[in-house]
């Protein structure tokens, strides 16, 4: 059964920008209509999507409808969720865009005692021009929040561009700088994990920690997105916020206080520790790979997909799309007293052999061996597609005579310790917003620090002759990923024996 919502919960307006693309449609919407029918959303919540689309309240209902409903199975409430959805046309920066303006502050009227959102889930340059234009239109209140998605512009000078035009309409206390990794179960529990447990934090360092890998594999590809994509890449797309993120948790030293900013205070720091990765070093340093033609699992069997240039888009590939990256590796290295020596390896790509996101912190050897066989403890933190924690240690098997070592996992799954659904991300983040609490949002600092470390990267790669190395569709990425390792006898985790 559906919650009724709750009287105390104060409503808001929440206009999404980009209310029609494929994030509103995958993530947004199915959150918020999650929180809907969990009773945390006001009864007087309104969910306003803009985009150029041409829609009126119907068709943008008729479309949620069709697209997002079914993934749902059979939604309970959905009238109720259904009622909340508005749309607004606008072109951002075209020539009727006053008219859209008027339109969205047709809406408004009357609601300025309302909590009101807007969430930018649309291309980063378009920022800018929409804070100007809700400014210009009177809609900023002193009760606005900003959401930004990522990535933050293409690099330093454009993130400090955003930030700056951002920032000349909307104090930082209202900005919320999102990178959905930060609201993944386990990407809280970490700091659990580390915080709350006093047995591990004396061992996590460069005396009991060989190396850490962490990996944020896709089985899908980016067909309809090359409007997007082709200008920005894996590395910009997913490790410039999403594994950089994670490496922060990881790297961090411990808050005094769980609050926003201690917590963000501590992030900074490690971006501030990452060794720069610069010119030559770039080759040695990072790998990265662009798919090509090869076949994918799926619940009906194995297909055939296109490679990265043939993806079906409305837009044609161009000679730059040849360059873009959909596989990214990184070998980091954080210069501090606690990960002197301890390499950070960073993997992400499109269509690799399966969807996984994890954290793997491979410890050492035991200092002397007396049984044969011990193999490194590892501690491994799934984000996906389930999310638990598994640290794998040596057991002895049973029976008699000579011991032999096997390794065992101790597994934590939280959807079944908790006997509750996990819930997705953005649900959490969302309500974050609404609740006006930013510590699991981005500082302006820790977005302006990690571009500064990806930037020598990409003028690297862009200055050089050599394109990203072809990797089939279905495969485990390019050569160069598993050299980036092998060179210092170490191995992916999947590569490595369970
Ligand atoms: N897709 C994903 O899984 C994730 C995406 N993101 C981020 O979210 C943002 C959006 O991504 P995604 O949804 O994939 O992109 P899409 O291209 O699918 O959607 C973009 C949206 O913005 C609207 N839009 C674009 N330009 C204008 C304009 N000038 N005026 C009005 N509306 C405009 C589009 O509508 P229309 O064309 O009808 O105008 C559409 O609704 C990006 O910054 C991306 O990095 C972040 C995390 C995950
Ligand atoms: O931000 C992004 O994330 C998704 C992957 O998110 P996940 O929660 O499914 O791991 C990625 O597909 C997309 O390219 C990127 O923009």
């Not at 007293?337 to 052999?353: E, N």
């Not at 501690?379 to 390794?407: F, H, Y």
């Not at 065992?408 to 309500?431: G, N």
């Amino acid at each position: 059964m559906p919650v009724e919502p709750s009287a105390d919960r104060q409503a808001a307006d929440l206009i999404i920008f980009g209310g029609t693309g494929d994030l509103s449609m995958r993530k947004l919407l199915p959150a918020l209509y999650h929180c809907d029918r969990d009773g945390r959303l006001a009864d007087e919540t309104r969910i306003i999507a803009m985009s150029r689309g041409g829609l009126g309240d119907s068709d943008f209902r008729g479309k949620v409808d069709a697209e997002v409903r079914p993934a749902l199975g059979d939604p309970e409430g959905w009238d109720r969720f259904a009622r909340r959805l508005h749309h607004v046309s606008i072109d951002i920066g075209g020539p009727a865009a006053p008219a859209g303006w008027d339109a969205l502050a047709a809406l408004l009227a009357g609601h300025e005692d309302r909590d009101r959102i807007f969430y930018l889930a649309s291309p980063p340059m378009t920022f800018g021009p929409f804070c100007h234009g809700a400014q210009e239109a009177g809609l900023v209140t002193p009760r606005s929040r900003v959401v930004l998605e990522k990535p933050l512009g293409r690099d330093l000078a454009s993130a400090q561009a955003i930030n700056d035009e951002v920032g000349a309409i909307f104090e930082e206390r209202q900005i919320f700088r999102i990178d959905h990794y930060l609201g993944k179960e386990t990407v809280q529990n970490l700091l659990v994990l580390r915080f709350a447990n006093a047995f591990l934090e004396p061992i996590w360092n460069s005396l009991w920690i060989d190396h850490v890998q962490i990996t944020a594999s896709e089985t899908v590809g980016t067909p309809g997105r090359r409007g997007y994509y082709d200008h920005a890449g894996a590395l910009r797309d997913m490790v410039q916020n999403h594994l950089l993120n994670l490496l922060c948790l990881v790297a961090m030293e411990p808050p005094a206080h769980n609050d926003r900013e201690a917590v963000r205070d501590e992030k900074v720091k490690v971006l501030q520790a990452l060794r720069p990765i610069v010119g030559s070093e770039v080759d040695r340093f990072t790998v990265r790979g662009q798919y090509t033609e090869g076949t994918t699992a799926t619940a009906a069997g194995d297909v055939t997909v296109p490679g990265y240039l043939d993806e079906p888009d409305s837009t044609r590939p161009t000679p730059a799309s040849q360059r873009v990256e959909t596989f990214a590796a990184v070998r980091a290295e954080v210069k501090n007293w606690r990960w002197a020596g301890v390499p950070f390896y960073l993997r992400t790509g499109k269509r690799l052999p399966t969807r996984r996101s994890e954290i793997v912190v491979q410890f050492k050897e035991v200092p002397h061996a007396i049984f044969p066989g011990a193999a490194p403890n590892r501690l491994v933190l799934r984000l996906q597609p389930s999310e638990g924690i598994e640290l794998c240690l040596m057991a002895k098997e049973p029976g008699a005579g000579d011991v032999t070592l096997r390794p065992v996992p101790l597994s934590l799954s939280f959807a079944e310790t908790f006997q509750s659904r996990v819930p997705d991300a953005y649900e959490r983040l969302l309500m974050d917003v609404l609740s006006g609490n930013p510590t699991l949002f981005m500082r302006r600092d820790e977005v302006e620090a990690a571009w500064r470390w990806i930037d020598p990267i990409i003028a690297h790669w862009d200055g050089s002759a050599m394109l990203p190395e072809p990797y089939p569709a279905g495969t485990a990425g390019p050569a160069g990923a598993h050299e980036l390792l092998a060179r210092s006898d170490r191995t992916w985790h999947e590569e490595a024996p369970q």
